[in-house]
């Protein structure tokens, strides 16, 4: 069973951000960001099989909440 779309939407969710700093600015980015953690903790555990998906939901849902609010708290000389 071919599974390359699951390959190709995680990558096409990874890029969004990307994108929308390119394009929008910093602001623009950090919504993205929030869209597309909201997307992989709600999808992930179905793409990935996951048995009990609720926990893995959000746990996913934290993490993805905690990272966007990391970045929209810095500044944009980044961490280096």
Do not use: Q, Y
Not at 14 to 43: K, R, W
Not at 50 to 71: H, K, M
Request: net charge neutral; proline share 8%; aromatic share 8%.
């Amino acid at each position: 069973m071919k599974r390359w779309w699951r390959t190709l939407s995680a990558a096409a969710l990874c890029l969004l951000p990307a994108a929308a700093s390119a394009l929008g600015g910093p602001t623009a980015a950090v919504a993205v960001a929030g869209v597309v953690a909201a997307a992989f903790a709600v999808g992930w555990p179905w793409l990935a099989e996951i048995p009990d998906r609720p926990t893995a939901i959000v746990l996913l849902a934290l993490a993805g909440t905690a990272n966007t609010v990391v970045a929209a708290w810095m500044d944009d000389g980044g961490p280096w």
